[in-house]
């Protein structure tokens, strides 16, 4: 148990030093557009600490919502994604993710407690911002479904980390999540102020 908790531990912290700002996150010549997709959320900080946290607060409110909460999220982001590839244009999507960076965080911080089905819907239309975003971002030679699978992929291992950095911190005993919500808070202020 705790070489994987050590090992997840690293990967996070490896995801975390290794991102970009937010950028167009696309891998040039990638010709099918698996790679990008995947890339997408991994290259960008606002991108990695929302859907983290998604996972953290899943593991904190527990029960069913440790699968749906995260399951809402890249459904929906599934769906902005799929909208944007056709065409879609909604406006203020960097903010909208910014915005969900500081939501999440604050929700974690404070350990809310809503209902399943709300904190579904929470989670959900955060995730509609992600979603178009990744999808406005597709390469132009991209497979659409490969460039999809690929950031929803990547998108389900980032709320797998957080799902398990929850549980690496129930077992130190100290309110590490809650500290981790104000510190996503945080970020997401100074993630807009730049």
Not at 141 to 165: E, P, Q
């Amino acid at each position: 148990m705790k070489t994987i908790s050590r090992s997840l531990l690293i990967s996070a912290v490896f995801l975390l030093f290794s991102s970009m700002g937010a950028h167009a996150h696309v891998i040039p010549g990638d010709v099918r557009g698996f790679g990008s997709g995947f890339a997408h959320p991994l290259l960008g900080l606002d991108h990695i600490l929302a859907m983290t946290a998604v996972g953290l607060w899943a593991a904190q409110l527990g029960g069913r919502a440790r699968w749906l909460v995260p399951a809402s999220f890249v459904g929906v982001m599934a769906l902005g994604g799929a909208l944007a590839m056709a065409g879609l244009r909604v406006p203020f999507t960097e903010e909208g993710i910014l915005l969900s960076v500081l939501v999440l965080g604050i929700l974690i911080a404070v350990a809310v407690r809503f209902p399943l089905v709300v904190s579904m819907a929470i989670v959900g239309l955060l995730a509609f911002f992600h979603g178009h975003s990744h999808g406005t971002e597709m390469p132009a030679n991209a497979v659409g479904y490969a460039y999809g699978a690929g950031f929803m992929l990547a998108t389900a291992g980032l709320h797998a980390c957080g799902i398990g950095l929850a549980y690496l911190a129930q077992s130190i005993r100290l309110p590490v999540v809650r500290w981790a919500g104000a510190a996503i808070a945080v970020a997401g202020v100074c993630l807009w102020a730049f």
